[in-house]
């Protein structure tokens, strides 16, 4: 097709302000128009700077040499004011992976729509057809959501506004972030056809930025592995011949060979539930049962959207016991995140009750509700907001014993027990004078962890702790995750969309639909 340009990139590296090594190192690839190229790779690998750096995109303290040519300009030596008159919003369109943050929480959908069109240079529409963009990208009721404020839609709904924003300024190229982080299999699969309509209209091309290997199967006709800053391997057919030992053992910590690995004898083509080995962990003491047991919960909530109450639990029952492996599979929406709220006791049910160790946590006193917190704790899927962003990672792990100060060994220091938790999730004392954003999303979840260990829990409940993570760093934490739970008879519940990662973790699988457990 005439007109459409492609990217080269000419022996670009890229070195962030602080940091001792290269994010990018002396890379040369080229992007021609056309079809959907993906960038893989585990995280730190240099792919995002590698999208950004072709967009325009990397932060002002980036130091970049070499050159990226798009069609025969050099963008590197373009200014802001050429880039925003002539490729931000024009020819160059980007899908975020954090859709909140990337709109703005004080205008309509329709708004920004319009705007992106404004932004473009492109003629207004009529009303009629930003709804019939919208509906072309899965929405049933388009003329709600052109009406609706971004917090009023769902994280997949949000994502797919996303990409009806960037197809809106009618681009030569889109490139998508991370789009599918944290989407359960059905909302995954829409945005993953969205992604593929993009491509449908004519002169697109699309360039992924992704650690979702299926995503990347399903619509790359290309794939560009990057590891510590460099490209070790591309093609067309890296999927069934990867050469590179590092693109072989990436494509091996994917949750579906994990779980592989657990396949019942004689039956290696079926991907099976673990069968629980009741052996593996001690007994619970009379002492401590340490059993969280939920029953018959309700709990309506009101739609933000249409203002009705819906009933999001519907009799809802479920038992976790020290040393238990248990997974709950839900699609989003399905009442996982409040059906956590109400275990941890943040919320009360409508109906229902949550017992500890045989008693109600309704009746307790503020001691013991105190007591029961600190034994049951939460990891959540986002590290980065579970720790105060202006605060170093030891200030933030000392707050445990301001917050229990009867967890304080007499015979150590604080210190000395912070450093305990650090090496039961292998990080070292390095970490300790970093602020959230130094570090890595799996060092930031192994901190997230340790701080939950200093409490000495029982129960873990793990609220999607990985979906944030690429596939090698998954691999690792859920490793480290069943280590724990043997070494210290931990209860587990895992909440996750992800079966192939329910199957290689737990014992149990049960299914959060319609408001019930089965």
Known sequence: MTGEKGFAVHDLSVRYAGEAHAALDHVDVSFPA???????????????????????????????????????????????EELRRDYWGKQWGIVPQL????????????????????????????????????????????????????????????????????????PQWILADEPTKGLDPAVWQMVADNLGRLTERAGVSL?????????????????????????????????ERPVHPYTRAYFEAQPAFLAAVQTRAGDPGTIAVREEDSSA???????????????????????????????????????????????????????????????????????????????????????????????????????????????????SLHEVFAIHPTL???????REQV????????????????????????ELQRAAIARALLTQPRILLLDEPTTMLDVSIQAQIMKLLLQLREERHLGMLLISHDRPLLNYFAGAIHILEAGKVR
């Not at 700077?49 to 070499?66: D, M, P, Y």
């Not at 729509?113 to 388009?142: I, K, N, T």
């Not at 360039?207 to 590891?227: E, F, K, S």
Request: glycine content about 10%.
């Open 99 to 170: 859709p909140r943050a990337a709109l703005s929480p004080v205008h309509r959908i329709g708004r920004l729509l319009a705007d992106v069109r404004r932004g473009a240079g492109r003629a207004p529409w009529e009303a009629a057809q930003y709804a019939a963009l919208l509906a072309r990208f899965g929405f049933d009721d388009p003329q709600r959501v052109l009406h609706s404020y971004p917090h009023e839609l769902s994280g997949g709904m949000l994502q797919r506004v996303l990409c009806a924003m960037a197809d809106a300024g009618e």
């Open 419 to 442: 450093m305990d938790g650090l090496r039961a999730v292998e990080l070292t004392e390095r970490v300790l004078k970093r602020q959230p954003h130094e570090l890595s999303g799996g």
């Open 207 to 239: 360039l992924l930025i992704t650690h979702d290997i299926p995503l990347a199967r399903q619509l790359a006709d290309r794939v560009i592995v990057m590891q510590a800053g460099r490209i070790v391997e591309q093609g067309a057919d890296v999927w």
């Open 34 to 80: 056309g079809g959907v190229a993906a960038i893989i790779g585990e995280s730190g690998s240099g792919k995002s700077t590698l999208g950004q750096a072709l967009f325009s995109a990397l932060s002002q303290g980036a130091a970049v040499t070499g050159r990226i040519l798009f069609g025969d300009v050099d963008v590197t030596a373009c200014t802001r």
């Open 281 to 395: 962990a001690p007994a619970p003491t009379e002492e401590s049962p340490a059993v969280l047991a939920a029953s018959a919960l309700t709990k309506n909530m009101r739609d933000r959207a249409s203002g009705k109450e819906q009933r999001v639990l519907d009799g809802c029952s479920l038992t976790v016991a020290a040393g238990d492996a248990v997974g709950l599979e839900g699609r989003s929406g399905a009442g996982k995140s409040t059906l956590v709220r109400i275990l941890l006791g943040l919320i009360r049910p409508d109906s229902g009750t949550i017992q500890w160790n045989g008693r109600a946590i309704a009746a307790f006193s503020r001691a013991e509700l105190r007591a029961f917190r600190r034994s049951v704790q939460l990891v959540a899927q986002n590290p980065e907001q579970a720790f105060d962003p202006r605060r170093r990672i030891e200030e």
């Open 408 to 414: 304080l060994d007499e015979e150590r220091s604080a």
